[in-house]
């Protein structure tokens, strides 16, 4: 593990794990860095190059369209986050597929309706269901029956 100083701010420190450091510059200014020397019991205390390193992903509003380059390190970062001009969803665009909702005009609402896809036997769904609609019909006959002031004749006897 090698320890490196930002040579434009010397309070720019920061720790790579690997010996090879060429082409490393600060993960804050982007200025040249070298290798320096630092106590043992200050090691623990100074952050790793990836802590501290800016990533940047594009960013798009679900609700206004709006986009923006967003900068953060690899702890910070967020699929979606909120919009600075609606207060919409910010989404990341290689992430919009699966916040998008299937609506391709951002004016269009997304759609209330709910599909499910079911893969199975559809022969034996078939008898399955009626055998429930004629349950739930005998149901219904005897509730009708009860409401009605005429006695069941299946729960005459209990």
Known sequence: MIVLMCYENNNHLFKVKSNCIDGISCPICKGPAGPTQVDKSDLKKIPFYEELKQYQHKAECLSCGHSETIFCTKKEYREVSVCPKCNGALVDVWKLHKYRNNVNNRNEKPSKSLSISVDMNIDKMQL????????????????DSIDNGIECPVTRGS
């Open 128 to 143: 399955k269901l009626r055998a429930i609609a004629k349950h739930t019909e005998a149901l219904a006959d005897e509730l």
